[in-house]
């Protein structure tokens, strides 16, 4: 697990106080500085996976990542 993967999971535990335990998958976008993909296996039969993007660097990205779980 890479460190914005656990980075991710602190924001979830923090957000909705429990342990996320699904699939997570952080990966970089092209080859430039800036860019991630996010991905989470939700294990609902209605909603498997949630895929956030964004061409930010790693700092913002989480930031980013937290403002979109928040506004789920």
Same mark, same amino acid.
């Given at each position: 697990?890479?460190?914005?993967? #656990?980075?991710? $999971?602190?924001?979830?535990? #923090?957000?909705?106080?429990?342990?996320?335990?699904?699939?997570?998958?952080?990966? #970089?976008?092209?080859?430039?500085?800036?860019?991630?993909?996010?991905?989470? *296996?939700?294990?609902?039969?209605?909603?498997?996976? $949630?895929?956030?993007?964004? *061409?930010?660097?790693?700092? *913002?990205?989480? #930031?980013?990542?937290?403002?979109? $779980?928040?506004?789920?």
């Amino acid at each position: 697990m890479n460190e914005l993967e #656990k980075a991710i $999971l602190e924001i979830i535990k #923090k957000r909705y106080k429990r342990e996320y335990n699904g699939g997570i998958k952080v990966t #970089k976008l092209g080859k430039g500085e800036a860019g991630y993909k996010l991905i989470l *296996d939700l294990g609902n039969p209605d909603k498997k996976i $949630l895929q956030i993007s964004a *061409d930010l660097n790693a700092e *913002d990205f989480l #930031k980013y990542i937290e403002q979109e $779980l928040i506004s789920r």
